[in-house]
């Protein structure tokens, strides 16, 4: 994909950048993606069944009965090879019956960080000293973000963000008739919330957001290209591409021919000199732009948690069945065995010896509840953060017991809203910079910073 375009090159662009677009583009999608994908396959666990509909193709009834449950799901695929037949996801040859169980641990932990850091809708306010222009950015970023999707927006980025790693903001305003529109309009309220409605905050997840940094500071976006996919006419994945510069931006539509320039550049009207976009990184990665994801250290430990419920579950199968051994009852062989039967015989050195069933195995229940607590350690967040008790929490009052129990999760929340917050600032402040080259709303680049105010989960307030 080349993307040679003299018209996205600007005197705060370096030179030769539309080449390291394209190569960004390639770049992510032969290294980047294939790691994204398995990322977001081990937090959502998703079930496949198209290798069911493959395998099955021109068996019989029986055979396909042989194949087992239809559905695979995608953390089966972290299971040992003894669990498999060549390179399929499928029962190994000749145990049909082959029992897997796949606990997904880090689809629930994810959410329950999510659920604390961004459970409760945000508050951002504004900090400008004059009272009147306060009240008005305040009101101005607040539409802005409801229009964009409001808290959803703010729990998607936060779901993403947690799973990828990072999560990038496209902030994007259509001043288009924007005259015409408010010249009916008295109120000035009215006005300012009308055109607030026309900036738009969007959510770019790392599949398709690609960023090209600066070479003399890596921390600063040269260029940034949103990718979107879609079916060709034939069935093919055709790609559209979207480039950001600090001038504007412009968008290249896929074709069996490569991408090609759609339309005319579109200027930055929201930031010139800079690109409209807010990065954040959910756990802070040194000298990399890519940040930290909550998925990827807890994969080797969730392959093992299913490999180890796979073997009880295959052990339990074969072991749970009870044999009889008779020795001197007569008629003992035809009589069935079940609750509440009885036999009975005269001779006194008879007896019936019970043997198999699912015998105690103490170190493979300390192994399975060894790897949950280390689950626990690296992702933070304890069974108690969802509401599950399991035993006594302690002597100390409720709530400070709920403090010390949670302490894990409730840092690494603190510390993450620093990054979100950061990141919901920078949004603002570009919301309110695109306002003010409208002409609806001015304010200086003093005048439109913001705070945002989190509220904590009961019980945690002031942790």
């Known amino acids: 994909m080349i993307l040679d375009d003299p018209s996205l090159m600007s005197s705060q662009t370096p030179k030769g950048l539309p080449g390291a677009v394209s190569a960004a583009l390639e770049r992510h999608e032969r290294e980047q993606m294939p790691r994204l994908r398995v990322l977001w396959a081990y937090f959502l666990n998703p079930a496949d069944v198209s290798w069911w509909r493959d395998a099955a193709a021109g068996l019989s009834r029986s055979a396909r009965a042989r194949l087992g449950r239809t559905a695979r799901l995608a953390q089966e695929r972290g299971l040992p090879a003894r669990f498999f037949s060549g390179t399929q996801v499928r029962p190994a040859v000749g145990d049909a019956r082959r029992e897997v169980v796949i606990e ?39 539409a802005a973000w409801d229009g964009s999707g409001g808290h959803t927006l703010l729990q998607d980025a936060a779901l993403v963000g947690h799973v990828y790693g990072h999560v990038d903001f496209v902030v994007r305003f259509d001043g288009r008739g924007l005259d015409q529109e408010l010249a009916g309009v008295g109120e000035a309220r009215e006005r300012l919330v009308m055109a607030a409605r026309r900036v738009r ?5 790392a599949t398709r957001g690609v960023a090209v940094l600066d070479g003399g500071d890596y921390r600063r976006i040269a260029a940034y290209a949103v990718r979107v996919e879609r079916a060709g006419g034939d069935g093919r994945r055709l790609v559209d591409v979207e480039v950001f510069t600090p001038d504007g931006s412009r968008v290249y539509r896929g074709d069996e021919r490569g991408l090609r320039a759609a339309g005319e550049v579109v200027e930055n009207a929201v930031s010139p000199g800079r690109v409209a976009v807010v ?57 069935a065995v079940g609750p509440g039967t009885v036999w009975s015989t005269d001779n006194p050195e008879a007896s019936i010896t019970a043997f198999g069933g699912d015998a105690a195995s103490p170190s493979e229940d300390a192994h399975v ?53 950061r990141g919901i600032s920078a949004v603002s402040e570009l919301v309110l910079s695109a306002l003010d080259r409208a ?11 913001v705070r945002v105010e989190w509220q904590d989960a009961a019980g945690l307030e002031g942790t």
Do not use: C
């Open 104 to 142: 997904n641990d880090i689809g629930w932990r994810v959410r329950a960080m999510v659920d604390y850091l961004v459970g409760r809708p945000v508050r951002v306010r504004s900090t400008a000293e004059d009272p009147g222009v306060r009240d008005a950015a305040e009101e101005a970023v607040r």
């Open 201 to 205: 905050i969007e959510m770019v997840d």
């Open 279 to 335: 990065h954040v990184q959910n756990a802070p990665m040194p000298l990399q732009y890519e940040g930290g994801s909550e998925v990827e250290p807890l994969i080797p430990l969730q392959d093992e948690l299913n490999t180890r419920l796979s073997d009880r579950a295959n052990r339990v199968t074969l072991q749970s069945f009870k044999m009889y051994l008779a020795k001197g009852v007569e008629g003992f062989e035809r009589t």
């Open 369 to 421: 509840a060894e790897v949950r607590e280390a689950l626990d350690k690296a992702s933070g967040v304890p069974p108690l953060a969802t509401g599950a008790i399991g035993g006594r929490i302690g002597n100390l009052t409720s709530e400070n017991a709920l403090r010390l129990t949670l302490q894990g999760l409730v840092t690494r929340t603190a510390r993450k809203r620093v990054a979100y917050g």
């Open 439 to 449: 002409g609806v709303l001015a304010t200086r680049v003093s005048e439109r910073g």
